[in-house]
């Protein structure tokens, strides 16, 4: 045991016992302080669990009053003696928010770097730990990945007979002891798809298997045989039934559009009763960088007030922006409030045919079309009350197609793609209008 104060023995090391006198000789001058700290060496394992509460007296005498005082005993920190260690079963957790969810990507023809991201949370108790090893399994779509990095150390999925597993090596990941734990990213990456890859609607899952850490200057493993199999996770490596953590699953395609609602400055005016055609919704398709997209239907939400009948249009028609004729070949229909606008007349179905020849292209990748929905609001103003009306589109809906294996992925592979599986779809946006 030994202290921070270097005057007189402060710093000499001595042999702890229940109590422990330090000779020193510091002056302090009226309203200063002084901080003093106390090291001492744990002892054996046999220890762990043992409490340790550190007292100090400090006894002083007045520089000019020679008075002097004997000083009154104050309790330091409180130490409990263990050694760290990570739990097999909720030692690693996946933080949802900070992990690419349930989604399409994009690899297109050249593949996708960091084109996902895993959080993950891990936390030691009864101390501290440093993670050195990773393994992660692709159980499903292995090929699909190419690398998975945890900062600069990046590996490759290796087939081993069980699944795809991505060992990352020399890691020095310092995990403090606590519930707040070690927040670490693995960047996931994918190979090219379409023509010259995979085929597009491939699904991807990864999970981390295997833990190994240091704490205390033993090293464990934490794995789950079952996931990566016995050659990876040998029975002789410690505990091989970890709770493993998944990050949601991906579907990898050649490209994907995005969806969104134009921007309004107010909403667009109306005439209840008319039996012309008038604007009552828009939406923007984009391209994806990685390559060009078909559009085969957009189903449209209506919403109403104001009018005395619902719904409070009898007719409607898809345009391209800045044209108030329908596209050709193009049908709206009207179920209650619900307004299906087929781009070729004919829905997308997996068989007897496949309308992805003629589908409405947007092209080339990166591009934007934007459709403007007409309706005939035939239904009159209710006296006294503004006529609005407020369309959004229904990602369940919206039927597009993925051109980079040119239609012959197959139904839900590359054509006759929905809308729900696309990130941030603009649920909670519409158009707006207004009498």
Known sequence: METSDTTGSGSTPIQPAATNTFSVSDVLQPGASTTINVF?????????????????????????????????STQGQHISVGTGSISASTGATLLT?????????????????????MAINFIATSGSATVNELKFAVTTGGTAVSNICVGTVCASPINNGTA?????????LAVPNGAGGLPVTAQISY???GTVGLTPGSSVITKLAYVKYVAGGTTTVNCSQSTIGSAACPSSSGSTTMTTVTAP??????????????????????????SAYQQIG?????????????????TFSLGSSGFNTTPAITGAKITVAGSSTAIPNSSCSLSGTTITC???????VSTPTNQYTSDFPISPAGTSQTFNLYGILS?????????KTSVSVTASGFIWDDTSDNGQGGYGADYGLTGSSIYNWPSNNAWQTSD
């Open 40 to 72: 001492a060496d744990t002892g054996s394992a046999t220890l762990l669990g043992s409490n340790v509460y550190a007292y100090l007296t400090v006894a002083s005498i007045g520089q000019t009053s020679n008075i002097s005082s004997a000083g009154t």
């Open 97 to 117: 928010a900070s992990s690419t969810p349930t989604q399409y990507i994009a690899s297109g023809a050249t593949g996708l770097t960091n084109g996902s991201q």
């Open 164 to 172: 795809y597993v991505a060992d990352l090596t020399g890691l020095s």
């Open 191 to 193: 190979i090219p798809v």
């Open 249 to 274: 699953t991906l579907t990898l395609q050649g490209s994907l559009p995005t969806v969104s609602i134009p921007t309004q400055s107010s909403p667009s005016p109306i005439t209840a009763g008319s």
């Open 282 to 298: 828009a939406v923007t398709v984009t391209a994806s960088t990685a390559g060009a997209v078909k559009v085969n239907e957009i």
């Open 342 to 348: 087929l781009m070729t007349g004919t829905a997308e």
């Open 379 to 387: 239904a009159s103003q209710t006296s006294g009350v503004t006529a």
